[in-house]
T-cell receptor, first 114, second 112 residues
Framework: GENVEQHPSTLSVQEGDSAVIKCTYS??????FPWYKQELGKGPQLIID?????GEKKDQRIAVTLNKTAKHFSLHITETQPEDSAVYFC?????????????FGRGTQLTVWP | NAGVTQTPKFQVLKTGQSMTLQCAQD?????MYWYRQDPGMGLRLIYY???????DKGEVPNGYNVSRLNKREFSLRLESAAPSQTSVYFC???????????FGPGTRLLVL
């Protein structure tokens, strides 16, 4: 199966700074790369995703970049706010699959200090 | 539109006891999933169901069984609970069009 590695496991930033979380994967056939945010006591929620036909996608303060050749992708959060504090998971899977199985990284605990 | 619901929210079991975790979705999704979340381990897939009547093993299926009762409901059963099954369990369903998985609020299980 797919092997997804996520770094760092914890990240602390000052409010207003940027945060970057990186993931690598092993299966070159994978072509769907979502990011999920999990707030304390809740289930994960999709915040952004990218497919292998694009190299970058942006949604307001968050962006994801993908390097298919190197098999890594990153989440960028700019102008961080305290409400960005949460656990973030990257995931990898095949796009267009009936099964839709995802392989998740181990998560990054992001803390934004006011 | 409640999304994905899970019951119970919290459960304490003794080793060897059995229980069923319930999950339901009202978004008319075909695919549903059961994950467990342990500290530092991320989300690991236990079982999934691509459609009503079909189920497949995920990464960590040992000690669990599932039932896809109908399109809405997907239950997870622990026949003989073990302390290693202490975890937070999440159910999810998938929108085939956007490929987004929607997660329930989780069930926190403690096995003593």
């Amino acid at each position: 199966g797919e092997n997804v590695e996520q770094h760092p496991s914890t990240l602390s930033v000052q409010e207003g700074d940027s945060a970057v979380i990186k993931c690598t994967y092993s299966d070159s056939a994978s072509n769907y790369f979502p990011w999920y945010k999990q707030e304390l006591g809740k289930g994960p929620q999709l915040i952004i995703d990218i497919r292998s036909n694009v190299g970058e996608k942006k949604d307001q303060r968050i962006a994801v970049t993908l390097n298919k050749t190197a098999k890594h992708f990153s989440l960028h959060i700019t102008e961080t706010q305290p409400e960005d504090s949460a656990v973030y998971f990257c995931a990898v899977g095949p796009s267009g699959s009936t099964l839709g199985r995802l392989y998740f990284g181990r998560g990054t605990q992001l803390t934004v200090w006011p | 539109n409640a999304g994905v619901t899970q019951t119970p929210k919290f459960q304490v079991l003794k080793t060897g006891q059995s229980m069923t975790l319930q999950c339901a979705q009202d978004m008319n999704h075909n695919s549903m999933y059961w994950y467990r979340q342990d500290p530092g381990m991320g989300l690991r897939l236990i079982y999934y169901s691509a459609s009503e009547g079909t189920t497949d093993k995920g990464e960590v299926p040992n000690g669990y069984n599932v039932s896809r009762l109908n399109k809405r409901e997907f239950s997870l059963r622990l026949e003989s609970a073990a302390p290693s099954q202490t975890s937070v369990y999440f159910c999810a369903s998938r929108d085939r069009g956007t490929e987004t998985q929607y997660f329930g609020p989780g069930t926190r299980l403690l096995v003593l």
